[in-house]
Structure formats: C-alpha cells, structure tokens
C-alpha cells in the first residue's frame, strides 16, 4: 500500500455550552479531518486533536499541522506500507509530537481496513457491539446550574460522571453531587491544578467514594504521584503523563496511580494504544478511553477501541449532542440506556457530511504524487 494524496478539512466547530477547566474556558473546538488516499483510490479518515494553546499538553494545532506537513508526510512519501504498523516505526525518527502522529496513523488504520472490507474491530481483542458510557462535566459555579447538568446527564443513562476540579472547586460541588446520587459512579479530574502542599485537602477527598482522581500533579511529575498515592485510599489515575508506554511503566514501577485514561491521540496512535492496553492487563491497572472533544470522525475510532471488553469503565466518549450542535458525519452518535453502538461499516464506520462540513470547514490538498 503507498500514500498517493492527503486532504485536509480545517474545521470549527461551536460546543452547545463553554466548557471549563483549570486550563481554562472553550467555546469552540478547532480540529483538522486528515483524508489519506491509497494507490487504489481507498480513502482513510483520521482527526488532529491538539487544542489552540500549549496548555494541555506542548502539542497546538498550528505545530501539529507544521510537524505533518514538514517531517511526517516526507516519511510517508514513497513509502510501501505492508501494516498501518509500519507507520508508528517510520514515524520514530521524529521526537514526541504524538497527537500530529495519530492523525495520520489512525487514518492509515482506518484506509487499511477499508482496503482489506473489514471493520476496525476487527483487528482488536474480544469486542462487544455496544459499550457504557461516561460523561465529563466542566467546572460550573452556580452549583444549581452544576446539578441540573448532572441530573440531566443520569436521566439520559450515562453510567459515569467526571467532574472538572480545582483548588477552591472541589469539595463542596463533590459533597452536593453525593448527597444527590449516593450510588452514582462518580470521579473527578483537576488537570494538575494542585501540588503536594495540597496533600491533606486532597485527603479529604477520600470519604466521597469516588472511582479515582485523575491527574492531580503536574503532566511530567510521576514522584510527587507516587507520595500522594500512598496517602490517599482513592486510586490515582494518570492522563497527560501518559505519551508512550514507557511512561506506563514508569508509572506502575514507582506506584504513581492505579488507573490509566488512554487517549489515542496522546500516545501517537493505534499501535502504541493496543501496547498499553496488553501492559494494563498483564499488570491488572485499570485503564480506561479519554476523549479531546471529538468530532464523529474521532468519536468512532473511539469507539471501536473502547469496544474491546477490557474496557470495563465507562469512557469518556459521549453521544454527539453531548458537545456539538451538529456533528460532521452523516449518522451522529446518541446514547440508549447508557450505551453507544460500535459501528459496523468498514474501517471507523462513518461517512463525512457534505453540508456540515460546508458550514464550519475549509478544504486543500496537502499532498499529491
């Protein structure tokens, strides 16, 4: 298989409510559709994820975009691809840019599959035609506001709920949520809004039962993880640590965290995702699927990865209302008791929508043989 041409849609898309973290606030979501063609004419689709500011992880939209087109695109040049495998290895020469990487490694994937009529599942382990869904939920100071989003969420069947924390936002929208829903499956993320001074407030986040506190140190400290671990009864989950599996590794050698959220952009793609999917499994940390505000595109490569049953907790991947007005596939995702169907159309299963796409994207070809 040789690359013959890549298309780019640059697209825009407004979120239905801003969403807020300890980054900060967005009203909108700036990502690129990769289109990869074949010598054949098979198209793949991959999503570029990176958000406009260096602030969750160093990767921005506007570098990943240099890095493909200046160092990632001459590799693939040429190049006879026997397994979308081979991406991840011609791609090594090129240090960390992770997220610039899966976009066009996940399109390979999906053409792939395409090329062979296969669905993507296809190549993973032991999968299920629906999965259980999470739901994230920003930072909202009217904590009325706050319980009328999560009660609405629990209504329409999402089985998990993350809640965006901070210092100063943490125990009191925490305590309201438990003594709503008691049973809820219930986590919190704080994007490394705290430092290890901040030990005995975290300590108290103990008595609420929550399934894990995700990322509550900086993205590139694994020793101040492992103090905090071992002081708190609620498993620590580790997301902007993790690029490769050698930070998984690292996290489990030092007893960082008990839990792992895997996003597929984050850790340069497919094949190093399916490295620290065997690795959690081999060492029993649990690991679950992250979401960057996906498009549909993003969302059913999502989707067919967390369909293999080693997912046991729900991901955040949500329907497509959850964010997005109008999403731009053809069929968007929605959520029926708690679950969302894996697609069973080739490759990642969607098709593009003409007029979405017409509305909030602009077109060029970035490369032609």
């Given at each position: 298989?040789?690359?013959?041409r890549?298309?780019?849609?640059r697209?825009?898309?407004?979120?239905?409510?801003?969403?807020?973290?300890?980054?900060?606030?967005?009203?909108?979501?700036?990502?690129d559709?990769?289109?990869?063609?074949?010598?054949?004419?098979?198209q793949?689709m991959?999503?570029?994820?990176p958000?406009?500011?260096?602030?969750?992880?160093?990767?921005?939209?506007?570098?990943a975009?240099?890095?493909?087109?200046?160092?990632?695109?001459?590799?693939?040049?040429?190049?006879?691809?026997?397994?979308?495998?081979?991406v991840?290895?011609?791609?090594?020469?090129?240090?960390?840019?992770q997220?610039a990487?899966?976009?066009?490694?996940?399109?390979?994937?999906?053409?792939?599959a395409k090329?062979n009529?296969?669905?993507l599942?296809?190549?993973?382990?032991?999968t299920?035609?629906?999965?259980?869904?999470?739901?994230?939920?920003?930072?909202?100071?009217d904590?009325?506001v706050?319980?009328?989003?999560i009660?609405?969420?629990?209504?329409?069947?999402?089985?998990?709920?993350?809640?965006?924390?901070?210092?100063?936002?943490?125990l009191?929208?925490?305590?309201?949520?438990?003594?709503?829903f008691?049973?809820?499956?219930?986590?919190?993320?704080?994007?490394?809004?705290?430092?290890l001074?901040?030990?005995?407030?975290?300590?108290q986040?103990?008595k609420?039962?929550?399934?894990?506190?995700?990322?509550?140190?900086?993205?590139d400290?694994?020793?101040?993880?492992?103090?905090?671990?071992?002081?708190?009864?609620?498993a620590?989950?580790?997301?902007?640590?993790?690029?490769?599996?050698?930070?998984?590794?690292?996290?489990?050698?030092?007893?960082?965290?008990?839990?792992?959220?895997?996003?597929i952009?984050r850790?340069?793609g497919?094949?190093?995702?399916?490295?620290i999917?065997?690795?959690?499994?081999?060492?029993?940390?649990?690991?679950?699927?992250?979401?960057?505000?996906?498009?549909?595109?993003?969302?059913?490569?999502?989707?067919?990865?967390?369909?293999?049953?080693?997912?046991?907790?729900?991901?955040?991947?949500?329907?497509?209302?959850?964010?997005?007005?109008e999403d731009?596939?053809?069929d968007p995702?929605?959520?029926?008791?708690?679950?969302i169907?894996?697609p069973?159309?080739?490759?990642?299963g969607?098709?593009?929508?003409?007029?979405?796409?017409?509305?909030?994207?602009?077109?060029?070809t970035?490369?032609?043989?």
């Amino acid at each position: 298989m040789r690359i013959h041409r890549i298309d780019r849609y640059r697209v825009r898309l407004p979120l239905r409510t801003p969403f807020e973290t300890s980054y900060g606030r967005l009203t909108e979501k700036a990502f690129d559709i990769l289109l990869v063609t074949d010598e054949l004419g098979n198209q793949g689709m991959g999503e570029l994820v990176p958000f406009e500011q260096p602030d969750y992880i160093e990767e921005t939209i506007e570098t990943a975009r240099i890095i493909i087109e200046k160092h990632l695109i001459p590799l693939l040049k040429g190049a006879e691809i026997h397994h979308p495998q081979d991406v991840s290895f011609l791609f090594d020469e090129v240090k960390g840019n992770q997220m610039a990487k899966s976009s066009l490694e996940t399109a390979i994937w999906d053409l792939y599959a395409k090329r062979n009529g296969m669905s993507l599942k296809t190549y993973f382990n032991d999968t299920r035609a629906q999965i259980p869904v999470g739901v994230s939920v920003g930072i909202q100071t009217d904590l009325a506001v706050l319980m009328d989003q999560i009660t609405e969420y629990v209504k329409q069947g999402y089985q998990r709920v993350k809640l965006k924390i901070r210092p100063g936002y943490d125990l009191k929208p925490i305590e309201a949520i438990r003594q709503k829903f008691p049973e809820l499956s219930l986590m919190v993320d704080a994007n490394s809004a705290y430092r290890l001074k901040d030990v005995p407030h975290l300590k108290q986040l103990d008595k609420y039962n929550l399934a894990m506190i995700e990322q509550p140190f900086a993205a590139d400290d694994f020793l101040d993880h492992a103090l905090l671990q071992k002081e708190l009864k609620t498993a620590i989950c580790l997301d902007e640590n993790i690029r490769t599996l050698k930070d998984c590794e690292v996290a489990f050698s030092l007893g960082s965290c008990r839990s792992i959220n895997l996003k597929i952009p984050r850790v340069g793609g497919i094949t190093e995702a399916m490295k620290i999917v065997d690795f959690c499994k081999e060492k029993e940390l649990l690991v679950w699927l992250g979401g960057m505000f996906e498009s549909g595109v993003g969302r059913a490569l999502n989707l067919q990865f967390a369909s293999q049953k080693i997912f046991t907790f729900p991901g955040d991947i949500s329907a497509s209302d959850r964010y997005y007005y109008e999403d731009i596939i053809t069929d968007p995702f929605e959520i029926h008791n708690g679950k969302i169907s894996v697609p069973d159309e080739l490759g990642i299963g969607v098709s593009l929508s003409g007029e979405i796409l017409a509305k909030y994207s602009t077109y060029e070809t970035i490369y032609s043989k």
